[in-house]
């Protein structure tokens, strides 16, 4: 997809990434970029694996079906790694991001040979310190945003606030807690983003 790009995230049921997928859309859209955000249906228990799907593009979208060569993966849940191929078709000059308190190279080695671009990112203990509980994806979509550059991050933060605070109108601890999150994982990023070309300026 020219002047775009595409973005698979793989999670379990339960964990947001459907919900990361669909406000990363969102957010987009409310930046004038072209959006699809968009789960792959299957069994909808709690803790089955699922993936969701994005489409980010400064043209119009003319394709509408699943994503099988994305520019950019998001595991919201690294036991994945162990069952589901995750960078099928994952371009070699994409990226990809795991949900883990591990390094870059503890996680290599379960990646299938992939050599392309990998981040880390400890969602769990960014939303525990920041919401005081587990939910991982604010966390990660602010990974997403970082990595892929796909609207510059003061839009984001500005966006994400507005959205925050329609959806916690009567709990600004929540938004606050949010806030902080998607803050403390841009941070924990800047270093290993230094010199990295964003996926969108190459797209």
């Given at each position: 997809?020219?002047?775009?790009?595409?973005?698979?995230?793989?999670?379990?049921?339960?964990?947001?990434?459907?919900?990361?997928?669909?406000?990363?859309?969102?957010?987009?859209?409310?930046?004038?970029?072209?959006?699809?955000?968009?789960?792959?249906?299957?069994?909808?228990?709690?803790?089955?694996?699922?993936t969701a799907y994005n489409r980010?593009?400064?043209?119009?979208?003319?394709?509408?079906?699943?994503?099988?060569t994305p520019d950019l993966?998001?595991?919201?849940?690294?036991?994945?790694?162990?069952?589901?191929?995750?960078?099928?078709?994952l371009k070699e000059n994409g990226a990809l991001i795991?949900?883990?308190?591990?390094?870059?190279?503890e996680i290599r080695p379960h990646l299938k040979g992939y050599k392309g671009n990998v981040y880390t990112v400890d969602g769990r203990k960014i939303s525990v310190e920041a919401l005081g509980k587990y939910f991982p994806n604010s966390?990660?979509?602010?990974?997403a945003v970082a990595v892929s550059g796909v609207m510059d991050w003061d839009s984001f933060i500005?966006?994400?606030?507005?959205?925050?605070?329609?959806?916690?109108?009567?709990?600004?601890?929540?938004?606050?807690g949010n806030m902080k999150a998607l803050s403390m994982t841009y941070d924990a990023l800047k270093d290993a983003l230094k010199g990295q070309r964003k996926l969108m300026e190459t797209a």
């Amino acid at each position: 997809m020219k002047n775009g790009i595409e973005i698979r995230w793989h999670g379990r049921g339960g964990q947001g990434a459907k919900t990361a997928a669909l406000l990363l859309a969102d957010v987009a859209f409310k930046t004038g970029a072209n959006v699809q955000g968009f789960p792959e249906y299957g069994p909808e228990r709690m803790g089955a694996p699922i993936t969701a799907y994005n489409r980010i593009s400064r043209d119009v979208i003319r394709v509408h079906s699943n994503i099988y060569t994305p520019d950019l993966v998001v595991v919201v849940d690294e036991t994945l790694l162990e069952s589901v191929d995750v960078t099928a078709g994952l371009k070699e000059n994409g990226a990809l991001i795991v949900n883990t308190a591990k390094t870059v190279e503890e996680i290599r080695p379960h990646l299938k040979g992939y050599k392309g671009n990998v981040y880390t990112v400890d969602g769990r203990k960014i939303s525990v310190e920041a919401l005081g509980k587990y939910f991982p994806n604010s966390p990660m979509l602010a990974a997403a945003v970082a990595v892929s550059g796909v609207m510059d991050w003061d839009s984001f933060i500005h966006e994400m606030r507005a959205s925050y605070m329609h959806k916690f109108a009567k709990k600004p601890e929540v938004i606050d807690g949010n806030m902080k999150a998607l803050s403390m994982t841009y941070d924990a990023l800047k270093d290993a983003l230094k010199g990295q070309r964003k996926l969108m300026e190459t797209a």
